[in-house]
């Protein structure tokens, strides 16, 4: 009797999506979104920042940006990555934002990436009740406030 070896199970890596809240969240030093952060850095995950969120916290003046604009610089180099959405992903953001009744696109942009791949994902925020609501469907992603 052969006995097969079962493959192991891969590893989910974390993955950790930020909007607007979370990013201004570490320009003004919050202790709890850099934790988080650094938990998924040495866990070899991935930090997603939806580009949408650059219309809530940058306002195109560069003095103005600076600190936003570091803190871009810095995910940058420990594992994160500028997303601009694309179809599937905006559909996909529309049918969460109609289901949970919300006029929220960037927030509806934000929960999609989140859900993109279907893995395990941390959204960080300020405010965790509109995501919350748009998540709703989607137990795999879990909202945490910053």
Avoid: Y
């Amino acid at each position: 009797m052969s006995h097969k070896r079962r493959p192991k199970p891969r590893a989910v890596l974390p993955r950790c999506v930020l909007d607007s809240g979370g990013l201004t969240a570490l320009v003004g030093g919050s202790q709890r979104a850099r934790e988080w952060l650094r938990w998924v850095a040495e866990h070899e995950g991935t930090i997603q920042v939806p580009t949408p969120i650059l219309v809530e916290c940058t306002t195109g003046d560069g003095a103005r940006d600076a600190e936003v604009n570091r803190v871009l610089g810095v995910l940058k180099r420990v594992a994160a990555a500028l997303q601009a959405p694309d179809e599937i992903t905006a559909r996909r953001a529309g049918r969460l934002r109609f289901l949970a009744g919300s006029d929220d696109g960037i927030d509806a942009l934000v929960a999609a990436a989140a859900v993109a791949d279907g893995s395990p994902a941390v959204v960080l925020t300020s405010d965790p009740d509109d995501l919350r609501r748009l998540l709703e469907p989607e137990p795999q992603v879990h909202v945490r406030e910053v």
